[in-house]
């Protein structure tokens, strides 16, 4: 069961650099979340999804685009990284049936 | 806006001995979901327990129970007989709405975590 996978692990981008982080579920889940965290604190939300071609903004959008052209992935947007992006990055899909959110492995990501 | 709060940045416990942890937190809904996760080395989420507000039993998962107190919106979780793979950042988390009412995003807000340490 691989259940919510996330790439890469972790990266470094210079100031200015583009990427897309990968996010993919294999359960049928529609609602999908991107959260991050930063060191000290628990996560918070940049944007959620709760279906193909559904998407909106959480706390924390800014620097960020997400697109959901299908159900089972959920790829993050940062332009034009910036050094307050540095943070570890999680992904999640919501199960109904047991009201959880389940979380990917995280990517940490380093703006320098 | 919902907040939790973790007021113990750390704590530690001695193996197979009994540790609790604490969190509150501000809300003006009724009907709601509670989780503690736990975040070990790997920085991988695990879900630990999950209480919902409409239940006024607590919830258990083998040594984990909880201590949920609806009125003074608290939220403890207990370990018992702690084991040094218990060892981890711990995290409270609240969900705001009802089971299914298709207008909320089903977010979690979360504390700021207690790093628990479990000595041999």
């Known amino acids: 069961n691989a259940g919510v996978t996330q790439t890469p692990k972790f990266r470094i981008l210079k100031i200015g650099q583009s990427m897309t982080l990968q996010c993919t579920q294999d359960?049928?889940?529609?609602?999908m979340y991107w959260y991050r965290q930063d060191p000290g604190m628990g996560l918070k939300l940049i944007y959620y999804s709760v279906g193909a071609g559904i998407t909106d903004k959480g706390e924390v959008p800014n620097g960020y685009n997400v697109s959901r052209s299908t159900t089972e992935d959920f790829p993050l947007r940062l332009e034009l990284a910036a050094p307050s992006q540095t943070s570890v990055y999680f992904c999640a899909s919501r199960d109904r049936v047991w009201e959880t959110q389940y979380f990917g492995p995280g990517t940490r990501l380093l703006v320098l | 806006a919902q907040t939790v709060t973790q007021s113990q940045p750390e704590m530690s416990v001695q193996e197979a001995e009994t540790v609790t942890l604490s969190c509150t937190y501000d809300t003006s809904e009724s009907d709601y979901y509670l989780f503690w996760y736990k975040q070990p080395p790997s920085r991988q989420m695990i879900l630990v327990i999950r209480q919902e507000a409409y239940k006024q039993q607590n919830a258990t998962e083998n040594r984990f129970s909880v201590n949920f107190q609806k009125a003074a919106k608290s939220f403890s979780l207990k370990i018992s007989d702690s084991q040094l793979g218990d060892a981890a950042m711990y995290f409270c988390?609240?969900?705001?709405?009802?089971?299914?009412?298709?207008?909320?995003?089903?977010?979690?807000?979360f504390g700021k975590g207690t790093l628990l340490t479990v000595n041999p």
């Open positions: 988390a609240y969900r705001s709405g009802p089971r299914e009412d298709g207008g909320s995003n089903y977010k979690l807000t």
């Open positions: 359960m049928n889940h529609n609602y």
